[in-house]
């Protein structure tokens, strides 16, 4: 089987100075990959790259075996992927929670939406349920805190069923409670789910010790491999 993940060579940047150089990579289905670093480091910088969002100068991806070239193969690999962005990002949509995280199942934005079938909706609503937002389903997602919003993120991700799960610091903005609560979820849903490649970006490492297989270190635009623990 080929690996859920392979990056050989990339070498990226938004300027003349790369931030991502020459940096090969290898994810395989099943394992969960903490991955940290400096502010500054680049992190992000290879979740964009994943995602299709930034071009590589050099180098190539390959997600469960095809190489992304075209837009199309981009498009193919978005609803493999699950991406919980970094930090509180509202947006400027009248959206509700329960539109929010029912367009999760189907693409990234509005221009995706289309009549949601009985199936859409009591997924949609399992979901919201598993993140404790049932109380929440129709209010603007303008109107939820910071930590409900990830909340709301982590189940916008979850619900397309994905192969590759991206958490950009996911844990920033929650308390005690949504945080067991979060690694509960990516704990439950890699059993649920065992083909999941799951990357994650921290900083506190020790939060996801009795997660992580093992932990990548970015640096000098290139990641890597530090071991299995902190
Ligand atoms: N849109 C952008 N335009 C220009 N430069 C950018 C842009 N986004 C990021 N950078 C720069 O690219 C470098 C890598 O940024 P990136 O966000 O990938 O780092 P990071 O490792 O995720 O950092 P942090 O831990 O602070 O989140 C930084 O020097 C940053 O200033």
């Not at 009985?118 to 979901?127: R, S, V």
């Not at 920033?172 to 649920?192: A, G, N, P, V």
Request: hydrophobic fraction near 35%; charge should be neutral; glycine fraction near 10%.
């Amino acid at each position: 089987m080929p690996p859920a993940l392979e990056i050989q060579h990339a070498t990226t940047g938004y300027s003349t100075s790369p931030v991502l150089h020459k940096l090969d990579f290898q994810g395989d289905h099943g394992e969960m990959i903490a991955i940290t670093g400096a502010n500054g480091a680049g992190k992000t910088t290879l979740f964009k790259v994943i995602l299709g969002l930034i071009p590589l100068r050099e180098g190539s991806i390959s997600i469960g075996g095809r190489r992304m070239e075209h837009k199309k193969d981009f498009k193919w690999a978005q609803k493999k992927i699950g991406f919980v962005p970094q930090g509180v990002q509202k947006g400027n949509l009248p959206i509700t929670v329960f539109e929010y995280v029912m367009l999760g199942n189907w693409g990234k934005s509005f221009a995706y939406w289309k009549r949601p079938s009985i199936a859409d909706k009591q997924k949609t609503t399992e979901w919201l349920e598993h993140v404790g937002l049932t109380e929440l389903a129709n209010h603007d997602c303008k109107d939820l805190s910071g930590g409900q919003l990830q909340r709301m993120n982590i189940a916008h991700a979850l619900i397309r069923e994905p192969d590759i799960l991206l958490l950009d610091e996911p844990s920033t903005h929650l308390d005690t409670f949504s945080r067991d609560l979060l690694y509960r979820l990516i704990d439950e849903y890699r059993q649920r789910a065992p083909q999941l490649l799951t990357l994650m970006i921290t900083h506190q490492l020790e939060e996801t010790e009795h997660l992580h297989d093992r932990i990548c270190l970015m640096k000098d635009g290139m990641l890597t491999d530090v071991g299995g623990t902190t």
